[in-house]
């Protein structure tokens, strides 16, 4: 997979691209958690780029070898997978 184009694809998928949810008033535009202090919470950066670029280096590390299926069942947490990855699929064919 074309990691700019999936990249951009889950950004699609989770905030349309960074203009609804944690994209628009965080910049999250793939909506990635940590959890500071054990408590789960959304990443903030200050630009989209950042965002962007944090989204690719998770992709790249942790979902390298994945299909866009298997990303889902571990993206999702096992909620809603199908959905999840066919937005993903959708919006990864519309790049294409």
């Not at 780029?49 to 069942?73: E, P, Q, W």
Request: hydrophobic residues 30%.
């Amino acid at each position: 997979m074309d990691i700019d184009i999936i990249t951009r694809s889950v950004a699609y998928a989770e905030t349309g691209n960074g203009k609804k949810g944690y994209g628009a008033d965080r910049n999250n535009i793939c909506g990635i958690m940590y959890w500071p202090n054990g408590n789960r919470a959304p990443k903030s950066y200050g630009t989209y780029m950042d965002g962007f670029n944090d989204c690719s280096s998770l992709l790249t590390r942790k979902y390298s070898g994945h299909t866009i299926d298997s990303m889902a069942v571990v993206w999702t947490g096992n909620h809603n997978p199908d959905t999840w990855a066919s937005n993903v699929k959708y919006w990864y064919n519309k790049q294409k």
